[in-house]
């Protein structure tokens, strides 16, 4: 299942952000600090990283394993039926997918952009949705919706091109990443920490997902 594909279709929803050539030189001033992204002009700060295996192999040219990685600004609640939504009122969130060799888990290394060959060490999918605001009391995290008056948004950017770096010690990811955007803009930024998978959650297997399939749901 490609998750992110049919966004593309949608791509013109970036117009919600001004395009300036002042900024896209801007994060080019050294690495990023960590658990941080940049975009626009102004530093997001992150809190957790999901990773989800999405297939074995299907979508790949080489036999690579597809995972799609998610990076929230926000802590995660857990609903009684094992739901994850933001515990934040307001939350940005990237997610984009990696192809690694490694079936258990992404390897390290560098991942280029490529949206040709689908092979180890390379993405062709992401997005950023920046400065959601969600009225939980309003909401049901597994109901979001576009035309929900308790829903907004600030910007919705696809990635056009870039880097990803993953280095691993233990149970501590540390990621670097840098994409031009759909509409000429950088997003860049570090995510340093863990990563919640399936095994976090082993009494409710394919739940770890919930968070980015509830935000799609807002284009549903």
């Known amino acids: 299942m490609k998750t ?3 966004l593309a279709l949608f791509c013109f929803l970036a117009a919600f952000t001004a395009c300036s050539s002042d900024d896209d030189n801007n994060d080019h001033d050294g690495p990023a600090s960590m658990n941080t992204f940049t975009y626009n002009g102004k530093t997001y700060q992150l809190s957790t990283g999901i990773l989800e295996k999405e297939d074995d192999g ?3 040219d080489d036999g690579s394993t597809e995972f799609y990685l998610s990076l929230t600004t926000s802590e995660l609640n857990e609903d009684d039926e094992g739901e994850l939504f933001p515990s934040d009122d307001k939350f940005s969130i990237i997610s984009f997918n990696l192809f690694s060799k490694e079936a258990g888990d992404i390897e390290p290394g560098v991942y280029h952009f490529n949206d040709n060959y689908n092979i180890e060490f390379t993405f062709n ?3 950023a949705l920046l400065d959601i605001e969600v009225d939980w009391d309003e909401v049901d995290p597994g109901t979001i919706d576009l035309d929900d008056p308790h829903v907004s948004w600030d910007a919705i950017v696809v990635i056009d ?3 990803i770096e993953v280095h691993e010690s233990g149970s501590t990811y540390d990621i670097d990443f840098e994409f031009t955007m759909n509409n000429n803009k950088k997003l860049k930024g570090n995510y340093t920490g863990p990563l919640l998978d399936e095994s976090d959650y082993p009494d409710k297997p394919a739940k770890t ?4 399939n509830n935000i799609q749901k807002v284009f549903n």
């Open 161 to 163: 091109s870039g880097e």
């Open 58 to 60: 299907d979508y790949s």
């Open 4 to 6: 992110l594909k049919f």
């Open 209 to 212: 997902n919930s968070l980015l």
């Open 125 to 127: 999918d992401g997005i």
